[in-house]
Every structure is written in C-alpha cells, then in structure tokens.
T-cell receptor
C-alpha cells in the first residue's frame, strides 16, 4: 500500500502559469519535506514542516510556497514557474526527528513549456 | 553547505562483483543514511548509521562511518543487475533535527 502519494506523477505547465503539486501520507508522520531534484543531481531540500511549523531553506526562491492544511496533506505551490523550475519534485515524511528514516513518494516530474 | 560529496560519480561493474561508494560531509552529524533511487523514481531508504556507530550491516549492504574523517562508505557485495540505481548518502544538520542534506550521488551500473 502506498504510504506517501504524490499527484500528479507528471505535470506540464506553461511559463508563468501557477501550478500546485500535492502530497499525502498515510503514516501519520509529523514531518513533511519537499525536495527539488534536477537531472543527475542530488535532491535539494526546499522546505519542511514539523507539524504546523514551516521551515524554509534560506536559498529557496520566493516563487515556491507550501501549505500543510492537516497532518496528511502538503502542497507545493509554484507561483510563476520558469524554465529553470523544470525538475522532479519529491515529497518525503519522517515520524519525528532526523534520527528517523525518511519515506519518499514517487515524485512529480514538472515540465515547463 | 552541509551537502556531501560522493565518489565515484559513476561506477560500472559486472554482476557478482562488489561495489563500494564513498560519501564525505562537512559538519557534525547525528546520523547518516543511505538511499537508493531507481531512474525517475522516489528514493528508498537502505540503512541508517548513527554517529556513535562505526559499522552496520543489512543483507548484502555494509556501511561504515568515520566521524573523524567525516566520511562513510557503502559496500554492496555480490552485486546484481537489479542493484543498478543511483545511491545517495544523506546527513542531518546537528543544529536542526529535521533537516536532511543529500550527497551528489553515485550512479551504479551492474552489467549482467
């Protein structure tokens, strides 16, 4: 059974057109993460939620926002996608602190035309 | 930045051989984890080693950690074609328990 679900798996958007990626989890984990991964690169942490507390990485562009309306769901909003935002976006969860394993979703591949 | 470096960037071996990947990081950690990623998919957790541990085994995987050198290695013994994937190490940030940083990854190709 899928534990971290990402929808859609593939998303095509136009330059400058807002897009939302979604992530849901059935693990009841406190921490949820969004990573950006470009081709042949390491996943780059964009932000994370510890429960309702939002933590932004210093170098995450303002163009990227996130919402976590409840424990199960987390959204990544890209307000004005540019060509450089085309990437795989990975959602992950962990139960508590960093001593815990992260569980990843399958990712959403974003294409910007 | 805390983000680690892995070497080699790419490794190609024959089935049955052992594969060794190395990871180096920059600052103190609580633990280090290794993940595997098949092409175009999410990451799958392989093994976690805590900062007070030196070696850990899981099936055909053996991980070592040397905190004095800020490095770790992942050994896959008796490799199989199905082991073909990218392997990443991930470290936490000691001052923020909830943040993880991934190394640059090693792309492993196991030829049948």
């Amino acid at each position: 059974d899928a534990m971290v679900i990402q929808n859609p798996r593939y998303q095509v958007t136009q330059f400058g057109k807002p897009v939302t990626l979604s992530c849901s989890q059935t693990l009841n984990h406190n921490v949820m993460y969004w990573y950006q991964q470009k081709s042949s690169q390491a996943p780059k942490l964009l932000f994370h939620y510890y429960d309702k507390d939002f933590n932004n990485e210093a170098d995450t562009p303002d163009n990227f926002q996130s919402r976590r309306p409840n424990t199960s769901f987390c959204f990544l909003d890209i307000r004005s996608p540019g060509l450089g935002d085309a990437a795989m976006y990975l959602c992950a969860t962990s139960r508590e602190q960093s001593q815990e394993t992260q569980y990843f979703g399958p990712g959403t591949r974003l294409l910007v035309l | 930045s805390q983000q680690g470096e892995e070497d080699p960037q790419a490794l190609s071996i024959q089935e049955g051989e052992n594969a060794t990947m190395n990871c180096s990081y920059k600052t103190s950690i609580n633990n280090l984890q290794w993940y595997r990623q098949n092409s175009g998919r999410g990451l799958v957790h392989l093994i976690l080693i805590r900062s007070n541990e030196r070696e850990k085994h899981s099936g055909r995987l053996r991980v070592t950690l040397d905190t004095s050198k800020k490095s770790s290695s992942l050994l896959i013994t008796a490799s199989r074609a199905a082991d073909t994937a990218s392997y990443f190490c991930a470290t936490d940030a000691r001052d923020n328990f909830n943040k993880f940083y991934f190394g640059s990854g090693t792309k492993l190709n196991v030829k049948p």
